[in-house]
């Protein structure tokens, strides 16, 4: 039941980027991969988490400011009976009778009209005596068992293709999940009742997903970033040469000419967007001269250099 702004060191009135900010640097410091041996970690691990998910959820983090919730995300009791109530220090009942924080004094309001307007008239005539038996004679739900968190390292390839995951949990059963739209290093999938049984049903599962970096291939937004080599004869002669990307390889056409740095776009070739769109693929051209080729070496010797390609340094 604790603050989910303690938990992740926030104040009350942070945005949600502070609140993102905050999470991402507990989930880093904790996770389950980097602390192997420390079972606190992977505990506060899923409490930090927790309180993630909580804040980021608009419903439940206005009810939660309210009081309407506790910081697990189970409802409250009316006015904080049961202990530590808003009314009175201590709890909303005083030994000499229904004080409510003075709500129950002389020429106080009227406690029963109030509960009708909470409760819809429930607590008259709700049963013998009437007066309170509707509104507190009701308990609360049992409460559903906890989340559970997991890690899960997905392929870059994967990631930009979208393509699914199998997960085993920790019940030994397995889920293929399908990747969303956007997913990056950090995003977040619940999987509803897969998680700890409890009372009132099983919790979640909490699955933090980590993109892993390619040996070629690196991501710049919704753009994936590749550096093709060629060789001199193609950067002159130009010509079609085979590109790989993250679903088939393709052929790009080299202009003649071409150096080291010019870049060529592929449209639809990078990660999946949210809005339903596609991000594309930047192919930067690097020309490849070989260190021991003994005709490119003549030839060399007989040419004069092509003029200064520095001149517009000034140099």
Same mark, same amino acid.
């Given at each position: @039941? ?12 942070? !945005? %949600? ?49 309210? /009081? ?20 009175? &220090? ?9 004080? @409510? +924080? ?13 509960? %009708? ?15 309170? #038996? ?7 739900? &049992? ?17 930009? $293709? ?7 949990? #920790? !019940? /030994? ?11 990056? $290093?950090?995003?977040? @999938?619940?999987?509803? /009742?897969?998680?700890?049984?409890? &009372? ?50 393709? @052929? ?31 192919? $930067? ?12 070496? !003549? ?6 250099? /092509? +003029?200064?390609?520095?001149? !517009?340094?000034?140099?």
């Amino acid at each position: @039941m604790a603050d989910p702004y303690a938990t992740l060191g926030v104040a009350r009135g942070a !945005s %949600e980027a502070d609140i993102k900010k905050a999470y991402r640097k507990l989930a880093k410091e904790l996770h389950p991969d980097r602390n192997r041996d420390n079972p606190k970690a992977a505990e506060r691990f899923g409490q930090v988490t927790g309180a993630y998910d909580l804040l980021t959820d608009k419903d439940k983090r206005a009810r939660f400011d309210r /009081g309407e919730i506790d910081g697990d995300g189970n409802p409250t009791a009316p006015f904080g009976f049961g202990g530590g109530g808003r009314g009175q &220090p201590g709890g909303g009942f005083r030994s000499d009778g229904f004080d @409510m +924080g003075g709500m129950g004094g002389a020429g106080g309001p009227d406690v029963n009209d109030i509960f %009708e307007g909470l409760f819809g008239g429930r607590n008259r005539g709700a049963g013998a005596g009437g007066g309170f #038996a509707g509104g507190f004679g009701r308990r609360q739900p &049992p409460p559903k068992g906890g989340n559970v968190a997991y890690a899960l390292r997905v392929p870059f390839v994967d990631a930009a $293709t979208r393509a699914p995951q199998r997960v085993t949990l #920790a !019940s /030994g059963s397995t889920i293929d999940l399908k990747l969303p739209a956007g997913v990056e $290093t950090g995003t977040q @999938m619940r999987l509803a /009742g897969k998680g700890d049984e409890g &009372p009132g049903g099983a919790g979640d599962a909490i699955v933090t997903i980590e993109v892993q970096p390619h040996r070629f291939f690196t991501r710049d937004g919704d753009d994936v970033r590749l550096n093709l080599p060629i060789t001199l004869k193609e950067a002159v002669e130009g010509g079609k040469v085979k590109c790989p990307t993250v679903e088939n390889p393709v @052929m790009v056409a080299v202009p003649p000419g071409a150096t080291s740095g010019k870049t060529l776009r592929l449209k639809g070739k990078g990660f999946h967007r949210k809005n339903g769109e596609r991000g594309d693929q930047l192919v $930067t051209l690097v020309v490849d001269v070989p260190a021991e080729d003994a005709a490119l070496k !003549s030839f060399v010797a007989g040419w004069d250099g /092509g +003029g200064n390609p520095r001149a !517009s340094m000034g140099v």
